[in-house]
């Protein structure tokens, strides 16, 4: 799916009206009675109800006006009110305000806005918030921000028109207050806000509704991909049906030093449970004893490492052989800080010519010489940092990370030419090319040790089976995530372990490919 700015969204409705001929004001009956079909199909399955519409100055009051009309025409008892003055509402907004019986409508701008209302707000059935939408330019203060208090403490389900009013639809910050919504209706397409925290947890559920923008400037218009089911199951290969194991390649996983050995183990097993054709675990001889008991299908691959439990450079012409002719390369889950591990992972970064993976130790050896990744070989090089990674990477705190992940991760991605997944809430995938794509599934169950060797497992899996790069990093981190998922469902984000979701991996690709509709 598809998400947008809200600037983008407004210069496709000036553009909907101005190169297609389509009146405003048609728009803005669409995007009413989109709203209105579907606050009936939720909350008006007993017959028509009571509504309390709350209006700001704007076109997304002037939604609430049409909700207004179309609810009341159905039989709804239905009060607006108004936190401006009747001159203060121009436009196609206006046009609509003046379509409602006078005696319906209240106009409490400040310093009393909603709060005399608060009765009317108790007795609702629901309420809607057509404060604020995709005109929002600041943090919401006095009156609105008070509205929005009430609104949130009255115990009734809120509809949001557009947007719950207080999230900014770029970013999904929350500008000082912001709706908790049961529901939010929204025009044409998803806003960034909409899946982004903390918008998302705003929103409650979320329909798009069609108002008549034509599709192909819906198409044309810049955004990025929000990966849902419907984007990830469209992604997934199917099997020949007479494939043989070479078909679906041969996996190098680079990892492990002492006390780090079930981080190389979940890497091995998590690609073989991704579909890879063959797997080999490259990893300090120390540790050959315990994942050769770890690991079943995965092959291991001893490296001499003087009984320390640890790799260096010394390994590099060994490692190099085992790399030349695979489909993927992984680098780094358990491997160590130590200086000399570090040295290795440089030399390897800059010499492997297959799609590789980076991860954990891989990435703070990188850290330490960013610059490696600007002599690499391979054409496909896939960092996935969390945020703390991602600053030591760019030279940023952890603060400004997770203040810009979108920025943050196109930016890196173009200036070293990697895909980058920013791990967290909602990871972000970013392509060299400027492609960016935000991934949907996953639960705050995922908030253990060893999640990230799984998603490693799966990257170098799907790069080894020879998926397009940026669609393996979509792919990947969806399937990690709905794994995920399917464990909570099963038994609880609580406890959930790396290994679960190793295990349930899976049945989180066959659940793309058996599922229908949506
Ligand atoms: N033709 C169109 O442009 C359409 C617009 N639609 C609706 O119109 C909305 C956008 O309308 P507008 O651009 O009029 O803006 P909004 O209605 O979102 O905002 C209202 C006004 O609030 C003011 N404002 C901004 N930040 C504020 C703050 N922090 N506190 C108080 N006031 C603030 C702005 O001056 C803005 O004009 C969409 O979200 C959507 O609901 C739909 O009717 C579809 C068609
Ligand atoms: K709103």
Known sequence: MK????EVMQEM?????REYGVPGLVLMENAGRGCADAIKATFGLQGPGKILVVAGKGNNGGDGYVIARLLREEGWLVKTIVLAERDEITGDARANLDRLAPAAV?????????APWHTDLEQATVVVDALLGTGLRSEVQGVYAEAISLMNGCGKPVVAVDIPSGIDAATGTVLGVAVKAALTVTFALAKRGHVLFPGVDHCGIL?????????ELAEGAPGI??????????LVHRRERNAHKGSFGHCLIIAGST???????????SAVRSGAGLVTLAAPAALNTVLEIKTTEAMTFPLDDGGRGLLDETVLPLVMQAAAGKGSVAIGPGLSWAPETACLVRQLVSEIEAPLVVDADGLNALSEQIDVLKGKRSPVVVLTPHPGEMARLAGLSTVEVEANRLGVAREFAARYGVYLLLKGARTVVAAPDGRIAINGSGNPGMASGGMGDVLTGVLSALLGQGYEAFDACCLGVFIHGHAADIVAAEKGEIGMSAVDVQEHLPWAFNNLIMQTGE
Do not use: H, Q, W
Request: aromatic content about 4%.
């Open 3 to 6: 998400v947008v700015t809200g």
């Open 13 to 17: 409705d000036r553009r909907t009206i």
């Open 106 to 114: 209240v106009f409490s701008p400040a310093p009393s806005g909603l």
């Open 207 to 215: 329909r798009v509704v069609d108002i008549g923008i034509p599709g």
């Open 225 to 234: 991909e929000y990966v849902d089911r419907r984007a990830a199951r469209l």
């Open 259 to 269: 006390g780090k050995s079930g981080a190389a183990a979940m890497a091995a097993n």
